[in-house]
T-cell receptor, first 114, second 106 residues
Framework: DAGITQSPRHKVTETGTPVTLRCHQT?????MYWYRQDPGHGLRLIHYSYGVKDTDKGEVSDGYSVSRSKTEDFLLTLESATSSQTSVYFC?????????????FGPGTRLTVT | RKEVEQDPGPFNVPEGATVAFNCTYS??????FFWYRQDCRKEPKLLMS???SGNEDGRFTAQLNRASQYISLLIRDSKLSDSATYLCVGNNDMRFGAGTRLTVKP
């Protein structure tokens, strides 16, 4: 299995509080991604990074920010959590070789906003 | 139209059956596609990659039809352990389909 960890694995927080999720990899992959997964919607891309300090928005980026200060860590921050951000969050990594962008996923963080 | 669409299922099949899923896509810029399997409350795991000529790995065959813009996954001799949700994605846009749920029954 690819070396990807996420922390915390579970979190319950209150509406309006800031929350930061961490993704850590030991594979030295260039690309890192944050997805959320909700019933009926599948995986939706929030933000991704294509290098240190290089990030871009995905399809559901509103209410989220990210930072990547070193290759191995990609942080996802909810500045002021809302109940609609209750979800399972997955981090993924990839390293493009030719045209391949195979992604490997972390174990997920289950976030509940009350 | 969504960029990637899958029949959500569920597909309920008996052990030993052959089952096939399709995934249609609208972004023709993707050069390669991937099938992932996801078990309940677990992360997606890469099952197969599929490029222009398709791919076969044991009981699993993936095909790409660029003219009709879909990829397919064929599972032969289904096992109970194949029960999962199967997701597809193209390499260009990182947009996953919502997944097809498969249940293999004894």
């Amino acid at each position: 299995d690819a070396g990807i960890t996420q922390s915390p694995r579970h979190k319950v927080t209150e509406t309006g509080t800031p929350v930061t999720l961490r993704c850590h990899q030991t594979e030295n992959h260039r690309y890192m991604y944050w997805y959320r997964q909700d019933p009926g919607h599948g995986l939706r891309l929030i933000h991704y990074s294509y290098g240190v300090k290089d990030t871009d928005k995905g399809e559901v980026s509103d209410g989220y920010s990210v930072s990547r200060s070193k290759t191995e860590d990609f942080l996802l921050t909810l500045e002021s959590a809302t109940s609609s951000q209750t979800s399972v969050y997955f981090c993924a990594i990839s390293d493009p070789i030719d045209v391949s962008y195979e992604q490997y996923f972390g174990p997920g963080t289950r976030l509940t906003v009350t | 139209r969504k960029e990637v669409e899958q029949d959500p299922g569920p597909f309920n099949v008996p052990e030993g059956a052959t089952v096939a899923f399709n995934c249609t896509y609208s972004n023709s810029a993707s050069q390669s596609f991937f099938w992932y399997r996801q078990d309940c409350r677990k992360e997606p795991k890469l099952l197969m990659s599929v490029y222009s000529s398709g791919n076969e790995d044991g009981r699993f065959t993936a095909q790409l039809n660029r003219a009709s813009q879909y990829i397919s996954l064929l599972i032969r001799d289904s096992k109970l352990s194949d029960s999962a949700t199967y997701l597809c994605v193209g390499n260009n846009d990182m947009r996953f389909g919502a997944g097809t749920r498969l249940t293999v029954k004894p």
